[in-house]
């Protein structure tokens, strides 16, 4: 931004200590951690060392009552002993209780109560401490809880020097002395602050040698908050932050006392090293370009605030972003959004500044109505959710580059569905949806799963370059004549398609083809199914118009269904051995071959065109239908079956009976196996 002046100056932080107890203080002995008073001597020689910055922007002088903290070996579970100097200045004591060790203490500014020191080596520890995101502005220097620094004392009766483990952005202001809060904010939402984990090692002059930290716990926004009145202008402010690189840049955002931000960014990494300045320079405000970021959606907000406890909000419920610790509140929802039966959400809008919700359900939402552009929304990355909004006309996704999952269904005013440069999408539905005529989900490189069943006035369906779509389910879609790229998908598994109006399908490259659904489809002419050889378990083709089945070379096939299906007069099932259910009532088989099928469980070819069958070999059959044939002419014709004693009598077993007559009752559980002669082979 032109008024920003980036650059960074060292800022020489250091802390001396000297001893200035009695030497008898050392010699005592100390058991189960007995405390024992010592004091530390913070001397003059080092003017550039802690709390607050002198008029020059460089030099640092202790405060009244500031405390460090100090842990060493075999400390109780690694905490750290308060030490407090009751005067002010760059010469000054410290004062606690600490045990009498003879290996290094560590100490750390500022004293954190919560804050564990463990004992690594004479010259490592391990520091636990919390870096706040709420800083006080201090006119010309920094919030003093905020800049931590660490030092290493190998002997506590020798003088010892401290460093930062962070450091400052600095900044000053121009054009308004009304701005109350700042705010930083990782605008690749990066940890600023938060839990620190930092291993430090010291070389044995005191200075820092390494140090390795992670944040946990973190949040990407830091508030600087003015106690009294205003920031004041051309006056230099600081925030402390620790050493890290922040990879997007930050935005600066600037809260007037009437409500009102203005926002500054600097849209580059910003690199923040240890005992240095990041300046941000001058940053001109113009107050009368302030605006006031309200969200006034409130269905959002009490959805937002079920999880995000705690928002400010206005009487009337809405709700400034920039308001307290709103931002942060906001980022710290993280997931799914959820919304469901409320008859208030007509709209999705301002659902971009909920910049963490990844995946978004919203159903059974009667009043959401309209357009609704998803793209507005790039945060949603995971998946969406529609359904049961009927006034919904239209949905477009097709900006939403990270998004894998979209199920909108069941959305009776929906018109258009706009997909496209999804390279991430593994999902997608689109389904009970009455007035959708087409779906494009061409150029899906990663689609798995596709759902567009129910649709009575979908026509046409685009998978042309979607090459790894593995299931697809176009079911009941009455109107469809036309599957673009069908042919091509060679890592299709599962393929449901019934009741609609495609004729032909060739399925010569499928060669991973599980199971195949049909049923009640217009199609004529099935092309290649010996491609997907073993792979083939189920196959249902009941109530199409096929007149020829060659399912030879799918010898793992277990399921089969050619119900009424009147153009197949013969069917060879000599190879597929592993055939468990078998159902060809109600059509136009003449001859059937069986043969060896140990495992055929359920078998139901009544009312077809059979005189004869041969089970024997098929080993125990749980449920039989076999009656009820016809010949040629259509007139009745009994069945001759021929069967193993066992199974006869594990047929009586379970009250399946065969008879010779027609049994006319249509109640009667064993009309299915009237006109049947039973032959026990010997």
Same mark, same amino acid.
């Given at each position: 931004?032109?008024?920003?002046?980036?650059?960074?100056?060292?800022?020489?932080? #250091?802390?001396?200590?000297?001893?200035?107890?009695?030497?008898?203080?050392?010699?005592?002995?100390?058991?189960?951690?007995?405390?024992?008073?010592?004091?530390? /001597?913070?001397?003059? !020689?080092?003017?550039?060392?802690?709390?607050? $910055?002198?008029?020059?922007?460089?030099?640092?002088?202790?405060?009244?009552?500031?405390?460090?903290?100090?842990?060493?070996?075999?400390?109780?579970?690694?905490?750290?002993?308060?030490?407090?100097?009751?005067?002010?200045?760059?010469?000054?004591?410290?004062?606690?209780?600490?045990?009498?060790?003879?290996?290094?203490?560590?100490?750390?500014?500022?004293?954190?109560?919560?804050?564990?020191?463990?004992?690594?080596?004479?010259?490592?520890?391990?520091? !636990?401490?919390?870096?706040?995101?709420?800083?006080?502005?201090?006119?010309?220097?920094?919030?003093?809880?905020?800049?931590?620094?660490?030092?290493?004392?190998?002997?506590?009766?020798?003088?010892?020097?401290?460093?930062?483990?962070?450091?400052?952005?600095?900044?000053?202001?121009?054009?308004?002395?009304?701005?109350?809060?700042?705010? $930083?904010?990782?605008?690749?939402?990066?940890?600023?602050?938060?839990?620190?984990?930092?291993?430090?090692?010291?070389?044995?002059? +005191?200075?820092?040698?390494?140090?390795?930290?992670?944040?946990? /716990?973190?949040?990407?926004?830091?508030?600087?908050?003015?106690?009294?009145?205003?920031?004041?202008?051309?006056?230099?402010?600081?925030?402390?932050?620790?050493?890290?690189?922040?990879?997007?840049?930050?935005?600066?955002?600037?809260?007037?006392?009437?409500?009102?931000?203005?926002?500054?960014?600097?849209?580059?990494?910003?690199?923040?090293?240890?005992? !240095?300045?990041?300046?941000?320079?001058?940053?001109?405000?113009?107050?009368?370009?302030?605006?006031?970021?309200?969200?006034?959606?409130?269905?959002?907000?009490?959805?937002?605030?079920?999880?995000?406890?705690?928002?400010?909000?206005?009487? /009337?419920?809405?709700?400034?972003?920039?308001?307290?610790?709103?931002?942060?509140?906001?980022?710290?929802?993280?997931?799914? $959004?959820?919304?469901?039966?409320?008859?208030?959400?007509?709209?999705?809008?301002?659902?971009?500044?909920?910049?963490?919700?990844?995946?978004?359900?919203?159903?059974?939402?009667?009043?959401?109505?309209?357009?609704?552009?998803?793209?507005?929304?790039?945060?949603?990355?995971?998946?969406?959710?529609?359904?049961?909004?009927?006034?919904?006309?239209?949905?477009?996704?097709?900006?939403?580059?990270?998004? !894998?999952?979209?199920?909108?269904?069941?959305?009776?005013?929906?018109?258009? #569905?706009?997909? +496209?440069?999804?390279?991430?999408?593994?999902?997608?539905?689109?389904?009970?949806?009455?007035?959708?005529?087409?779906?494009?989900?061409?150029?899906?490189?990663?689609?798995?799963?596709?759902?567009?069943?129910?649709?009575?006035?979908?026509?046409?369906?685009?998978? $042309?370059?979607?090459?790894?779509?593995? /299931?697809?389910?176009?079911?009941?879609? +009455?109107?469809?004549?036309?599957?673009?790229?069908?042919?091509?998908?060679?890592?299709?598994?599962?393929?449901?398609?019934?009741?609609?109006?495609?004729?032909?399908?060739?399925?010569?490259?499928?060669?991973?083809?599980?199971?195949?659904?049909?049923?009640?489809?217009?199609?004529?002419?099935?092309?290649?199914?010996?491609?997907?050889?073993?792979?083939?378990?189920?196959?249902?083709?009941?109530?199409?118009?096929?007149?020829?089945?060659?399912?030879?070379?799918?010898?793992?096939?277990?399921?089969?269904?050619?119900?009424?299906?009147?153009?197949?007069?013969?069917?060879?099932?000599?190879?597929?051995?592993?055939?468990?259910?078998?159902?060809?009532?109600?059509?136009?088989?003449?001859?059937?071959?069986?043969?060896?099928?140990?495992?055929?469980?359920?078998?139901?070819?009544?009312?077809?065109?059979?005189?004869?069958?041969?089970?024997?070999?098929?080993?125990?059959?749980?449920?039989?239908?076999?009656?009820?044939?016809?010949?040629?002419?259509?007139?009745?014709?009994?069945?001759?079956?021929?069967?193993?004693?066992?199974?006869?009598?594990?047929?009586?077993?379970?009250?399946?009976?065969?008879?010779?007559?027609?049994?006319?009752?249509?109640?009667?559980?064993?009309?299915?196996?009237?006109?049947?002669?039973?032959?026990?082979?010997?």
């Amino acid at each position: 931004m032109k008024h920003f002046k980036t650059y960074l100056s060292f800022l020489g932080i #250091a802390l001396v200590f000297a001893s200035c107890a009695k030497d008898e203080l050392y010699n005592k002995e100390t058991n189960n951690e007995e405390l024992i008073d010592m004091v530390f /001597n913070a001397g003059s !020689k080092h003017p550039l060392s802690r709390t607050v $910055l002198g008029a020059d922007g460089e030099t640092v002088t202790w405060q009244e009552n500031d405390q460090i903290g100090i842990g060493y070996q075999y400390s109780d579970n690694n905490v750290t002993r308060p030490f407090k100097t009751p005067t002010a200045g760059s010469d000054v004591h410290f004062w606690g209780k600490a045990a009498d060790v003879t290996s290094s203490y560590f100490m750390m500014y500022p004293y954190q109560e919560n804050a564990k020191i463990s004992y690594k080596t004479n010259l490592q520890a391990e520091y !636990k401490f919390s870096f706040p995101k709420n800083q006080t502005a201090t006119a010309g220097s920094f919030d003093p809880k905020a800049n931590i620094s660490v030092g290493v004392i190998p002997k506590r009766y020798e003088p010892f020097i401290a460093y930062n483990v962070g450091g400052l952005v600095r900044f000053t202001i121009k054009g308004t002395d009304k701005v109350k809060q700042v705010k $930083l904010f990782a605008i690749g939402q990066d940890n600023l602050v938060g839990d620190i984990t930092s291993t430090i090692s010291f070389k044995t002059n +005191g200075q820092i040698n390494k140090m390795q930290t992670k944040i946990t /716990n973190g949040t990407p926004v830091v508030n600087l908050v003015a106690e009294n009145g205003g920031l004041k202008e051309e006056t230099p402010y600081y925030i402390a932050l620790p050493e890290e690189k922040i990879s997007k840049g930050i935005s600066i955002i600037f809260t007037l006392d009437n409500g009102k931000s203005i926002i500054k960014k600097v849209k580059q990494e910003i690199n923040i090293e240890r005992a !240095k300045v990041y300046d941000l320079g001058e940053i001109v405000l113009n107050p009368t370009s302030a605006k006031a970021f309200i969200l006034k959606n409130k269905v959002l907000i009490d959805a937002v605030s079920e999880i995000a406890t705690g928002l400010e909000r206005y009487d /009337n419920g809405d709700m400034n972003i920039y308001e307290g610790e709103n931002l942060e509140k906001i980022l710290s929802f993280k997931g799914t $959004l959820t919304i469901q039966n409320n008859d208030e959400l007509t709209t999705l809008d301002e659902l971009q500044y909920y910049r963490n919700v990844t995946g978004l359900d919203v159903q059974k939402n009667k009043n959401l109505a309209g357009e609704i552009d998803f793209n507005k929304y790039p945060q949603l990355t995971n998946y969406i959710v529609i359904s049961n909004s009927p006034l919904v006309t239209k949905i477009d996704i097709s900006g939403l580059t990270e998004l !894998k999952f979209l199920s909108a269904h069941q959305l009776d005013g929906l018109t258009e #569905a706009k997909v +496209g440069n999804n390279p991430k999408m593994t999902f997608l539905a689109l389904y009970d949806d009455k007035l959708l005529t087409k779906i494009d989900a061409s150029n899906l490189p990663t689609l798995a799963t596709l759902k567009a069943y129910n649709n009575g006035e979908l026509t046409n369906i685009n998978t $042309l370059n979607s090459p790894k779509i593995q /299931n697809i389910d176009i079911s009941a879609t +009455g109107k469809l004549t036309q599957i673009e790229g069908l042919s091509d998908k060679d890592q299709l598994e599962n393929f449901k398609a019934s009741s609609n109006k495609i004729e032909s399908y060739d399925f010569s490259k499928m060669t991973k083809l599980k199971s195949i659904n049909l049923i009640g489809a217009s199609v004529k002419e099935i092309k290649g199914l010996s491609a997907a050889s073993t792979n083939l378990t189920t196959l249902d083709l009941g109530s199409t118009q096929i007149s020829s089945l060659d399912v030879t070379q799918n010898t793992e096939l277990q399921k089969l269904n050619l119900s009424y299906v009147k153009g197949i007069t013969t069917l060879d099932l000599s190879n597929n051995t592993h055939l468990t259910e078998l159902t060809t009532n109600n059509s136009g088989i003449r001859e059937l071959k069986l043969g060896s099928k140990n495992g055929l469980k359920n078998i139901n070819i009544s009312s077809s065109k059979l005189s004869s069958l041969d089970i024997s070999e098929a080993g125990t059959i749980e449920n039989i239908a076999v009656g009820l044939q016809t010949d040629a002419t259509g007139k009745d014709q009994q069945i001759k079956v021929t069967m193993t004693q066992q199974q006869k009598d594990y047929f009586d077993s379970k009250g399946i009976i065969f008879t010779e007559n027609i049994i006319s009752d249509n109640n009667d559980k064993n009309k299915p196996n009237s006109n049947v002669k039973v032959i026990i082979k010997q």
